[in-house]
């Protein structure tokens, strides 16, 4: 009995720590931190970025995508090559990203999607009418640094 109580435990420990959690590529630790709102110089230069930030959004159907802010700014992530996810549990949470930033047009149908998919209204997702410029950060590696 005390066996599979511990079991029980460590199951519900491990699935609910977040903190210190990678999900892809390990992360350099030791690189330099870009902020949001440098992404714009970085465009085209095809190097590895790293932002550190808090998740202010997570695709509600896989954890596809997700939102990270850092106070200079927002950004939508994906991630490199469609190799992994987040859960969704990750909104709210700080983090650490690497990877790479593009430039993009994102058309009327991506962001109703991407509104669809963050369990957005209709209305709101209606109210979308333009395409849209924005940076893109495509991430091989993400580490949770603390829990909430």
């Known amino acids: ?8 435990v460590g199951l519900w420990v491990s699935v609910d720590g977040l903190a210190s959690a990678t999900y892809g590529k390990k992360i350099d630790e030791s690189a330099k931190k870009n902020s949001i709102s440098e992404l714009s110089k970085l465009v085209g230069q095809n190097k590895l970025v790293t932002l550190e930030g808090k998740v202010v959004d997570v695709c509600s159907k896989k954890g596809c995508w997700m939102g990270l802010s850092d106070g200079t700014g927002e950004v939508r992530i994906r991630f490199e090559g469609y190799s992994f996810f987040v859960p969704m549990k990750l909104k709210g949470q700080k983090i650490r990203v690497e990877g790479r ?21 209709e ?5 979308i009418k333009k ?15 603390a829990a909430k």
């Open 1 to 8: 009995m005390k066996l599979l109580l511990a079991v029980i």
């Open 101 to 121: 930033v593009q430039e993009k047009t994102l058309s009327v149908k991506d962001q109703q999607h991407y509104a669809k998919d963050a369990g957005k209204s």
């Open 123 to 127: 209305k709101e997702i209606a109210a």
């Open 131 to 145: 395409e849209k410029q924005v940076y893109e950060f495509e991430a091989r590696g993400v580490k949770v640094l």
